[in-house]
């Protein structure tokens, strides 16, 4: 018998999540209705130091939009969403800032949704992707940090250098680009990747077509990624992602002996470096046991019994929340004379 974590939750073959920096208002308007009906979280990257104000920062394309206060912020909790902290101030960070940048922002929008904030989002570019500003997003308890570099993320890579697909009408000179509905999902088909999507505040027309796609275009969009993806598609807010990834990454799983005679077999998991204790710790296992086992299985986690699915010949899958010390035992439903479960 073999007990083995699968790459994403459910035991699905990719993920797809969507972000949106600033944490504008007018998301309520054109984006939240669409994420609504088809039933796809997302994510925004909240400016710690501006929650609930007018947006004036520079000279800005989004200057005179609304950035979320914490009632919004929770309304978006409690949607099933995620909140990111795109920093305190949108400026680029200093060794000297990242108190205030990384660890007053995480705190400050903490206290606003009554919730972890798990990931840092650099804002304006990868130069706030710097090694002292990673260095202090681990120190400060983030889980993973986000760039603007246009790839792929795969299940075995970096939790700290996370990157984003500009959801975007065209990109910069001088390698301007059509809109593509499709990009990057045969990739991630292929290597059981991540697509984080990028954007703001998509409108009927985008404020900056270097900066935002249309409603129109992020509709299509999820249109797209729903049709191609079907039942293989993990359609999921970052926050659940990054905690899984981050949870599959630090589970080792350790065979325990099994008596003679006995028809079970077990296995105990061991978690190092254990997430905060707020934070989903949610594993998919598949199990591939003996053809007989499968007919009538009996599958505990932590003596707790779960209802495993058979997903191949002699393979089951169940999910469940795992701690340090957990014991999976799996075995055959052993009935008595009278035809009832033991």
């Not at 926050?239 to 599959?248: G, K």
Request: glycine share 8%; hydrophobic share 35%; with cysteine.
């Amino acid at each position: 018998m073999n007990l083995t974590i699968c790459p994403w939750k459910y035991g699905k073959r990719w993920v797809y999540s969507v972000t949106y920096d600033e944490a504008l208002e007018e998301l309520h308007r054109f984006a939240i209705p669409h994420h609504e009906e088809l039933g796809i979280p997302g994510h925004v990257e909240a400016v710690a130091g501006h929650l609930g104000a007018v947006r004036q920062l520079g000279q800005s394309s989004y200057n005179g939009f609304h950035h979320m206060g914490p009632s919004g912020l929770q309304d978006l909790i409690a949607r099933g969403w995620g909140v990111g902290n795109h920093s305190w101030s949108h400026e680029l960070i200093g060794p000297d800032d990242v108190g205030r940048e990384l660890g007053d922002a995480k705190k400050t929008l903490e206290d606003a949704i009554q919730a972890p904030v798990c990931l840092y989002c650099a804002p304006g570019n990868n130069y706030n992707m710097a090694d002292h500003i990673l260095e202090a997003a681990r120190s400060f308890g983030y889980l993973g940090a986000m760039s603007i570099t246009d790839a792929l993320n795969r299940p075995t890579e970096e939790l700290f250098w996370l990157n984003r697909t500009a959801l975007h009408v065209e990109y910069y000179e001088p390698f301007f680009s059509e809109y593509d509905p499709f990009r990057n999902i045969r990739y991630a088909q292929e290597r059981s990747g991540w697509i984080i999507d990028y954007c703001h505040c998509p409108l009927k027309e985008a404020v900056h077509p270097h900066k935002d796609c249309t409603e129109a275009q992020l509709r299509l969009r999820f249109d797209t990624v729903l049709g191609e993806g079907g039942d293989e598609v993990w359609c999921a807010n970052p926050d659940e992602v990054i905690q899984y990834h981050r949870t599959r990454r630090a589970c080792s799983i350790d065979p325990l002996p099994t008596p003679d005679g006995s028809e079970e077999e077990a296995y105990r998991l061991r978690l190092a470096e254990l997430p905060d204790g707020r934070m989903c710790t949610d594993l998919t296992f598949d199990i591939t046991t003996r053809a007989a086992w499968c007919a009538e299985p009996l599958v505990c986690i932590d003596d707790v019994e779960q209802v495993p699915s058979l997903v191949r010949p002699r393979t089951l899958r169940c999910t469940a929340p795992v701690r340090d010390g957990t014991v999976v035992r799996v075995g055959p439903r052993r009935r008595n004379t009278g035809g009832k479960a033991q």
